[in-house]
């Protein structure tokens, strides 16, 4: 079963990712697939009592999710290449405009270093690339303890903090 | 100028940590050359042609003399005794060991100082005007605006992963003085309608395979918006900007493929849902950060005569290598870091550390770097000239070149450079020989030269009155002339005079455009303008002409 780090522990993973077969806790689809079942033009393939996640690929508009963002409970990212940048932006966007509470998931090629900016992107989940210290990674979320941008989760607002002390 | 606080010091301890991890876990093999090289160009660290490459930051080129002491420290302690000062006024080490990499960024960082984003594909560091602060035209002081950016993009989470390299310069004065035309963002300090300071925002400039002014696309905004309008400008660029070709990559192309006006919608609409969130400044924390940067207490002296009397050579560096204030009774002095024979912005320690001393004495305990790789002692009573020039003369700095073709801007080359085609630093000393009457150069006028090693274009030749442009050619170095181009307030891209000409012509390449220009100026006409005037076609003649 695939290992993830999610809330800070290395757990299993108990969602199928598409391709995958399909997960009695949770199935991951594509946004297309996602939306077309939202829609009613396909049927769900997650089995009964089953979540619906979905996975976003670096040119989707995670603007779509908006109507769902109360509902979903598994937001994927992917990565395909470990310089991708584009989830930086859909994940930040997720949690701070569309108010999207549930699991939020860097995959793909998510290397030990760049989990602590992803986290600050609103990112709680994290399946890494294959050979990716998962024990190490979950230690990176605490690499730096300050810094400088208001982004979600910041109490501090800290080009400001000449004010606040 | 500004000082850190308890989070900045803590934040650049953290990011030494970082990188001493990710260094070690390279060593031991557990990180691939592949892996390794995002996070240490992220850290400024280039593995070069013969070493590691460590380029160190030094924001919007404003240094104290602590810090220049401790950059002469670096040059003894971790490579050969000198550093060499770049077009975007940092400082890079050319032959530092990568295990002892970790040990400099800790040194560094004991004078508030770091390698952070100095490379890699995020926001690099802001420059900005090397007369801010001191200069008569000013309307505002850019550096809290650039210290307030530079805190903004500093491991900014979202922006670290853009699509390609990101530079943002922010001059105060209607004289550009930091190549704003040619960056990713150019900032331009304005008064607003009802006189209140904002900025004319210019998008998408850059030198590069793909030569670009920067377009404006926001006339003014004012200042409290600065951080949330960046903020969109970078969003819109990283979701939309070209990931699959290394080459198109920049924001320029983005902006030339959406065109401007969908690229400015794109822009606003994304700030309209930002500018008033926990983006905006408030007058508060800018006066706060303006207070860093407040000017000295000045003495209330005259203007007076410094040259009456004294020898020739105080006088030409007076004329060339000095410039006016906005105080009365001081001047700001330019160190030459362009010695006949000295590759353009290298420095020795000891100039270092003599300089140092110097600005300590004399000037404001500070030195500000240029981005045509020179320095500046900003605040020179005129009544101390005369010692300054003795004392610079002592170190080697005081060349009474600044402004003319021996001030060249010129990158590392093939001598340093893996992405290099051809040299600079011998094309530059080629030249310094072939014109080495000074006398000569003074009656050339304003004369900027600018070479790069390969089409990144680091010497940002297409910007220079001319450019030279290293490529290879069947194996050989071969060199390509532009003429007409200016990084000014007047910015314009330079026109390419004809085929590549060998390397052992260059010199005399020069020597053949410059004849034309002295033939057919008229009274005070500079080589830019002659070449604006009349075009390039005269030149061409004669430099092509069968019989030369």
Redesign the interface.
Known sequence: MRQIVKHRQCQADAWSMPGEAAAAAGVVVSLADYLAVQAGTLASPAPAGAALGVQLE?ADDEAQLLPFAAQLQLVVVNFPK?????G??QG?MLRE?YGYCGELRAAGAV?L??VF??A??GFDAFDMAPGENLTLAAAELD?????????VGTVV???????VG | MYRY?T?DH??VA??VA?FRD?TQRFLAGQLSED?FK??RLRNGLYIQTHAPMLRVAVPYGLLSTRQVRMLAHLARKYDRGYGHFTTRQNIQYNWPKLEEVPDMLADLATVEMHAIQTSG?CIRNTTADHFAGIAPDEIDDPRPYCE?IR??S??????????RKFKIAVTGSPADRAASQVHDIGLHLRRGPDGQIGFEVLVGGGLGRTPIIGKVIRDFLPREHL?SYLEAVL?VY??AGR?DNIYKARIKILVKAMGEEAFRAAVEQEWA?IRD???L??V??ID??RKYFRPLPYEKLPDIDVTAGREAAFVAWYRHNTRVHKVSGYRAVMVSLKTPGIAPGDMTAEQMDGLADLADRISSGEVRSTHDQNLVLGEVRQQDLYETWQRLTALGLATANIGTLADMICCPGLDFCSLANASSISIAHQITERFSDIDYLYDLGPLEIKMSGCMNACGHHHVGHIGILGVDKHGEEWYQITIGGSASGDSSLGEVIGPSVAKLEVANTLAALLDVYVSIREEDETFLQVVRRVGVTPFRERVYAPNR
Do not use: K
Request: with cysteine; proline share 7%.
């Open positions: 670096p470990s310089a991708e940048g584009r930086y932006t930040r405009r290397l270093d760049q900016l992803l600050r992107c690499r730096f303890s300050v810094a400088y941008q208001t982004v607002q800290p080009h400001r903090r000449g004010q | 606080d989070l803590t934040l953290e990011r970082q990710q892996e995002p996070l594909n307030i805190q903004w500093t491991l900014h989470p979202e922006f670290n992963y853009l699509p951080l969003r990283n979701r990931r849902l969130t926990a983006l400044l408030d508060v924390e706060r950060m």
